[in-house]
């Protein structure tokens, strides 16, 4: 992973909502799975899908998080290792 990379506020917006319709698919599909155990194929994936939820949940964390006067300037967002 590269670090100290640096976005505008225009494509950090992007992941954000990009982050947000992640995060909402995953937790919909994590209750409709589980809400179907009863057919086997479903109830294979769902270790998968839990892991998808944890790893979604700690990336909408991190955007929901992130404070703009942690960047270096109003003009660009620094992630540095904040990642």
Known sequence: ME???????????FLKTLSENIYNTIVV???????????????????????LRKDSDKLSTFFVNYRTEDSISTESLSFGDKI
């Open 3 to 13: 670090e100290g990379f640096v976005l505008n506020k225009k494509e950090f917006e």
């Open 29 to 51: 599909t994590d209750y409709f799975v589980s809400n179907q155990s009863n057919i086997e194929e479903l109830w294979n994936l769902s270790p998968i899908i839990k892991s």
